[in-house]
């Protein structure tokens, strides 16, 4: 394993640095949550010879009106107006203390994220396509748990880690989503987007850089989630497939772009991940390069769960579908774990 991926942990300067950038975004977030009830507008409109105070929602001008000119709607309109004031004088200075907090970021060597991935990160808010947030399943999910984790894996020139990995974004939806919404979403961060043929839910840049949404599963796991409270259970032969991935549980996390810029990204419960790219790993239809990455993403995000996320716990049963030396690591790093043992759970 050790040949393939290494682990490069966080200097006290860069864990810094990354709670100073998230308590930034996390503070400009607030602010922009803050003027929502503020969007949209207000103006005076003449009516039959009599002005009415209008509050309009969008720039298309749907709104209602408030009532007519009196020092009731007066009170209205000024405060409203200091109000958009106030939120547009902090929403700049959050966006300057987001700038500051880049440039340290950059400087601290912990920007890691491509920016064609963070661009379209920063559009995904929940509800702009689904109730749920889409989530990130291919190799650009690892970041997540780096940052979470404090730690950068590394990989070798000739490693098959990160093979491909400048090349594309793959996404997940817990909901349909058309391919219109699709295509205008990523044309919000890149207008040079075009749909390829197909189902419409993949699309190109003119750099090349290739989105993908996978539809979420027809059939649902048949089995149901358990606690995890014990040593070991029975693990189901399909629990690495897409529908238990997107069964899982969610996993969100601040990371940082190549600009030094902090974004959101919702992945997988880690675990889960894991499982699923060893699925990936086995499965007949798939290139023998993709197998091999998914296969070391695989392995090198179960020891990155072990070494720096033990509060996720694997079960013994999940660990044995992992190479060797990953099983053994989780009996000589963790107390309590009996790899050769099983405790049976019913599905």
């Known amino acids: 394993m050790a040949a393939e991926y290494f682990f490069r942990e966080f200097q006290d300067n860069q864990q810094r640095t990354l709670n100073r950038a998230v308590e930034a975004y996390q503070a400009y977030l607030e602010a922009v949550e803050a003027g929502r009830p503020l969007k949209g507008g207000m103006h005076w409109k003449k009516v039959k010879g009599r002005e009415y105070l209008y509050k309009y929602r969008d720039r298309y001008g749907h709104g209602s009106s408030l009532g007519p000119r009196s020092p009731h709607t007066e009170r209205l309109w000024a405060e409203f107006g200091r109000q958009r004031r106030e939120i547009a004088a902090l929403l700049s200075a959050r966006r300057q203390q987001l700038a500051e907090a ?14 064609p991935v963070t661009r379209i990160l920063r559009r995904l808010t929940p509800g702009d396509l689904t109730h749920t947030p889409l989530m990130v399943i291919d190799t650009h999910a690892l970041h997540a748990f780096e940052f979470a984790a404090g730690v950068f894996i ?15 974004l793959t996404l997940a939806a817990a909901a349909e989503v058309s391919p219109d919404k699709f295509l205008r979403l990523l044309c919000q961060a890149d207008r040079s987007y075009k749909t390829l043929p197909g189902d419409g839910l993949a699309a190109v840049n003119q750099k090349g850089f290739r989105v993908s949404l996978l539809r979420p599963p027809t059939a649902h796991p048949s089995y149901r989630m358990v606690v995890r409270d014990a040593p070991g259970v029975m693990v189901p032969a399909e629990s690495g497939d897409l529908a238990a991935l997107m069964a899982a549980p969610k996993f969100s996390q601040v990371v ?46 179960a020891e990155l769960i072990l070494r720096y996320l033990p509060q996720y716990y694997f079960f013994s049963a999940e660990l044995q579908l992992f190479p060797a030396e990953v099983a053994r690591l989780a009996e000589n790093l963790v107390e309590g774990y009996e790899v050769a043992a099983d405790l049976e759970v019913e599905y």
Request: charge should be positive.
């Open 102 to 115: 880049a440039r340290f970021c950059r400087a601290a060597l912990i920007h890691r994220v491509p920016e």
């Open 154 to 168: 590394d990989a070798a020139r000739d490693s098959s880690c990160f093979a491909g990995a400048a090349q594309g």
């Open 256 to 301: 940082i772009g190549r600009r030094g810029d902090p974004v959101t990204m919702v992945v997988p419960d880690p675990r889960a991940l894991a499982l699923h790219k060893l699925w990936l790993s086995q499965r007949q239809d798939r290139e023998p390069a993709d197998k091999e990455r998914d296969r070391v993403q695989a392995a090198a995000l």
